[in-house]
């Protein structure tokens, strides 16, 4: 049993035995004891004068002897106030640690066909650009996030939805046929996602010329700035025609269908060696023309229900006001959808696909009002579970230079990025002679893990509702909160393992130090991390607890030898701590999406 669980009973015991009164679990409220004062666990005994009629410093003092004489996880006990510090036995803890040692996924929980079913949507590409720094983060935390999920014993459906459809897909396709010549991957030697969205770059160019020269001329006929810059954003050939080019797809025009499927089969593969070199992937994939008539079918069903309303311009519209939000736009005028309505479409096609419980949206802070408009439209719908959606709001990532645009090609494009992070990591290997016994099979491999490690922890550590600054160079770093540091920890700590004759054993008896008990107490607060990180949806609960938890193994290796320990039980001890310390760093760090390497 755990030792706060052992204590917890006795304290419920105690104050039935001492004062006549039931208490419920909730009210035991055990905290780590603070740094200044002896002890382990402090017990709040506030909670209990009501049952005792006597001063919080007697109350303590009653609870404290009763547990000493009755717990065997209680060694000895102090009052200050309120509060019962509570000293825990070193049988205690090294019970603790054979229980830690025995489970090889401790602190995570096993799933089974009861649990509740989480569905996870992150990524959401546009098919007409490659993946960028934005859809790095967006794309690490949605798969942290499953992987926390899971630990927590969810089943988790990792999905994604491609944004293949729309006028920005179709500002690709046209400049490809008016400027490519043909162009292919193969022909240009570029990754499909790359060179489609060198197209997507090449309208915004040609369409910002067709806006200035017809400003230009509408400005000479009398016309204000302002007036000239709307009507010319309107008038320019270039949109236009990319907005029949959008009529002519919905209308399943046979040679706009057969360009839209090629051109984006290309980014397809794009994405594909992206993803799979980031690590992480999904287990079903929409597609939003897949979708997207089933949300236009939801919006003509709610209009005939008298849920929304036509406009005189045909255009269908959801009144909110009564909301406190304003009038939102479901269909335009000439019948073709918007993001609310693929989103509606979607929604309804997930929730038949799965009996979901929870339904996920990673996506970035800048569509709050988005999903807060969608949750009510669902809702109004008659999808019960409308209201229930969780938008995990994250933060936008920018850039020593200031924010990245698409349209005008200024993007970090992730695949350039995590080269960048692969190959800087083995320049500062390299530099610190970590590869100089190694082959170029090896070098190659664990300069993936760190650099990708880097990138990852980084971004992961940082609270995902806060904007980032993400600086390559500051991430990798073999010493502070880096993810290089919690894996050159463990390839330590591997090294040391492999050097001992035997894997480490407890014996009873074995005396421990402080340092040795504060280390088997941070590995117990893994669980507790675990299932916090799963109720805030953070994996930067995670990655500060790994980087705690290395800091603290460190802090006891500087001071106290392993394998050089003459007390053999000891050094036995300590070989188990180790191998937990490890197992804990790399089971935390898969949370994260992390690999941690065996040496470095």
């Not at 000293?87 to 009861?114: C, K, M």
């Not at 690590?279 to 849920?307: M, Q, W």
């Not at 191998?579 to 790399?586: D, E, L, M, T, Y």
Request: proline share 3%; glycine share 8%.
């Amino acid at each position: 049993m755990k030792i706060e669980s052992m204590i917890c009973s006795a304290v419920i015991e105690g104050v039935k035995t001492l004062y006549g009164a039931e208490v419920p679990e909730k009210m035991v409220q055990l905290q780590k004891t603070k740094r200044e004062f002896e002890g382990n666990l402090t017990l709040v005994v506030f909670p209990f004068l009501k049952m005792s009629r006597k001063k919080p410093e007697e109350t303590a003092q009653e609870i404290g002897e009763y547990l000493a004489a009755r717990c065997e996880a209680v060694a000895a006990f102090n009052v200050v106030k309120g509060f019962l510090n509570i000293v825990v036995a070193p049988s205690a803890w090294l019970s603790l640690l054979g229980d830690i040692d025995a489970d090889e996924n401790f602190g995570h929980r096993q799933a089974t066909d009861a649990s509740p079913l989480v569905m996870i949507e992150y990524s959401s590409p546009n098919t007409n650009k490659p993946l960028h720094l934005g859809h790095v983060r967006n794309n690490l935390l949605g798969w942290s996030l499953a992987q926390i999920m899971a630990a927590n014993g969810n089943r988790v459906v990792k999905t994604n939805i491609v944004n293949d459809r729309g006028i920005h897909i179709c500002k690709s396709m046209l400049a490809w046929l008016k400027y490519g010549n043909g162009e292919t991957p193969e022909t240009s030697g570029k990754k499909g996602d790359h060179l489609i969205g060198d197209y997507y770059v090449a309208f915004d160019k040609h369409y910002r010329e067709e806006v200035k020269a017809l400003m230009a001329e509408y400005v000479a006929g009398g016309m204000d700035e302002e007036a000239a810059e709307k009507k010319a954003k309107e008038e320019a050939p270039l949109i236009k025609e990319a907005h029949d080019m959008l009529v002519k797809w919905e209308q399943n025009d046979p040679e706009v269908r057969a360009l839209w499927k090629r051109m984006n089969d290309w980014v397809y593969a794009g994405f594909d060696e992206t993803y799979k070199a980031m690590g992480v992937g999904f287990d079903k994939i929409y597609y939003e023309s897949e979708t997207y008539l089933r949300g236009k079918a939801k919006v003509e069903e709610g209009l005939e229900k008298g849920l929304f309303f036509r406009k005189d311009d045909n255009s269908v519209w959801a009144d909110l006001t009564d909301e406190g939000l304003d009038q939102k736009l479901l269909l335009r005028s000439d019948g073709t959808s918007v993001y609310m309505t693929q989103d509606i479409g979607t929604a309804e096609m997930r929730f038949k696909d799965f009996p979901i419980d929870k339904m996920i949206y990673v996506v970035g802070n800048e569509q709050n009002y988005h999903f807060q408009v969608l949750s009510i439209l669902l809702d109004r719908l008659g999808f019960k579970w409308g209201r229930e959606l969780v938008h995990f709001s994250y933060g936008m990532v920018e850039l020593p230079n200031g924010k990245m645009k698409s349209r005008e090609g200024t993007v970090v494009d992730a695949d350039d990025l995590m080269a960048l992070m692969v190959a800087d990591a083995r320049r500062t290997s390299e530099e610190a002679g970590k590869f100089d016994d190694m082959t170029e099979e090896e070098r190659s491999e664990i300069a993936r893990i760190v650099g990708m490690g880097a990138l990852k922890y980084f971004i992961l550590k940082v609270d995902a509702r806060k904007n980032m600054l993400f600086n390559p160079e500051e991430s990798i770093d073999f010493n502070g909160n880096t993810g290089p540091f919690i894996q050159y920890t463990h390839a330590r700590i591997r090294s040391i393992l492999r050097k001992a004759e035997n894997g480490g054993v407890i014996t009873a008896g074995t005396q421990l130090n402080d340092k040795e008990i504060a280390l088997i107490q941070k590995m117990n607060d893994y669980g507790a991390a675990v299932e916090q990180a799963g109720k805030d949806y953070s994996p930067s609960g995670i990655a500060n607890y790994c980087y705690e938890l290395t800091k603290e193994f460190n802090q006891f290796y500087h001071d106290y030898s392993i394998l050089r320990e003459e007390d053999e039980q000891k050094k036995q001890m300590r070989l188990v701590l180790a191998r937990n310390v490890a197992k804990i760093i790399r089971n935390g760090m898969s949370l994260l999406g992390i690999e941690v390497p065996e040496r470095m």
